[in-house]
């Protein structure tokens, strides 16, 4: 009923509200980058805040993305 592939592919909404093909790599009306709104977040293991992967820390804490993979169990 309400399968959803986590994959599907939709259009891309740019800031402007423009909707692109969810391959396109810009708007086709401002030219706008919009890899951005689809991007990738890993969320800090220590503060919980969502930071995009390119951002490398988090935006919160400034863990990094490594010291995000490395952190288990600040107990341990
Ligand atoms: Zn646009
Ligand atoms: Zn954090």
């Known amino acids: 009923m309400c399968f959803r592939p986590p994959n599907v592919s939709k259009p891309t909404r740019c800031s402007c509200g423009t909707l692109n093909p969810p391959s396109a790599p810009k708007c086709r009306k401002c030219g ?8 990738e977040t890993f969320t800090c293991p220590r503060c919980g805040t969502q930071s995009p992967v390119t951002a490398a820390a988090c935006g919160n804490c ?14 341990d």
């Open 32 to 39: 706008a980058p919009l890899a951005a709104a689809e991007i």
């Open 62 to 75: 400034g863990l990094t993305a490594e010291e995000a993979a490395a952190y288990k169990n600040p107990e």
